[in-house]
């Protein structure tokens, strides 16, 4: 099982960013896919989440800012990330949830003051 993350970056505050993650080795479809984010000396956190059937799910923090999506015939999930804060600023890894979770390497996501 493979989840590449990618799209990370440095952005000014109030910019956006969009993550993708594409997953191989799983029936991608049947799959909760999540999208987490860890700042430093933080645990780490549910930021959003897809479920098999689309119903979407969102941290209070970003909701109304960030939006989670996924295609599945590219076996790929999204997380638009628009009114960046500087609290943004983490590593954001991708998660597909089942029975168990299987984890993305993570990209790191820097929001500039």
């Known amino acids: 099982v493979q989840l590449q993350a990618s799209g990370g970056g440095l952005v000014q505050a109030g910019g956006s960013l969009r993550l993708s993650c594409a997953a191989s080795?799983?029936?991608?479809?049947?799959?909760?896919m999540r999208w987490y984010r860890q700042a430093p000396g933080n645990k780490r956190e549910l930021v959003a989440d897809i479920t098999s059937g689309s119903i979407t799910n969102y941290a209070d923090s970003v909701w109304g800012r960030f939006t989670i999506s996924r295609d599945n015939a590219k076996n790929t999930v999204y997380l638009q990330m628009n009114s960046l804060k500087p609290e943004d600023t983490a590593v954001y890894y991708c998660a597909a949830f089942r029975t168990t979770t299987y984890w993305g390497q993570g990209t790191l996501v820097t929001v500039s003051s």
């Open positions: 080795g799983i029936g991608f479809s049947i799959y909760d």
